[in-house]
């Protein structure tokens, strides 16, 4: 049984914005690239750049919904976001961080830690796992969700990095510590991800608007996709094979 690849997503800027891609090359024991280059450090964090560290050191969905709704473009080394209630911001993350830290300020509630600088660990993306993963999602899963909860969902709720579709619902769940291949890449499946309360926010809107957890709790858990490490790098095309071996 196989299915195929439905979506290819990555996030350049950590809980900023979500392109979609037609294609991609993984290298092993690597993030995907332009995935999670950079993060956004609050001033209560303590990451400073050196090594990777959790996810509560960063400005996220989880604690500002309205971050959902950022879309992004990453072109080299500048990065063009997008915002239903902001200008559009091109810019260099690695150089010009005050502009984004104006253009972000709007959108970050007041009883939050504020955003204060931009981080980037050289060698790999800034996911939340302490090893440089890609997460892969099943879209019959995601259809789950849909018909608990009785309406349409994004699927850039997840921001997952790999969709696929043709499998059944929770099949991913078995595949932990066992190898996937998609497209030419090969996968070693580690774990499975447990959601935050960033999933409950609309993408298009920024607002909390679905109940997520409370779906997903139904089934006795509050997991949503597998974090996967890159054994055999390639290409990943859309409409490619996703098989387990």
Known sequence: MSGRVTGLWRHPIKSHGREPLTDVTVTPG?????????????????????????????????????????????????????????????FHPDEEQEVFLDWIKPLMPSDRA????????????MTDSDFPSISLCNMASHRAVEQKLGKKLSVCRWRGNIWFDGLPLWEEFDWVGRDVRVGQAVFRIKERISRCL??????????????????????????FGVNAEVLEGGEILLGDKVEVL
Do not use: Y
């Not at 209560?44 to 050191?57: L, M, T, Y």
């Not at 504020?114 to 993306?125: E, L, M, N």
């Open 198 to 223: 960033a999933t409950t926010a609309n993408p298009e809107t920024g607002k909390r608007d679905a109940d997520t957890l409370g779906a997903l709790n139904s089934w006795n858990h509050q997991d």
């Open 30 to 90: 690597q993030t995907l690239p332009g995935d999670r280059v950079w993060a956004v450090a609050h001033e209560a964090s303590k990451a400073d750049g050196s090594e990777w560290v959790p996810c509560a050191n960063f400005s996220r969905g989880a604690k500002a919904p309205g971050l959902m709704a950022i879309s992004a473009r990453l072109r080299g080394d500048q990065v063009t976001l997008s915002h239903p209630k902001r200008p559009d911001l091109t």
């Open 114 to 125: 504020a955003s204060t600088h931009i981080i980037r660990v050289p060698g790999r993306g």
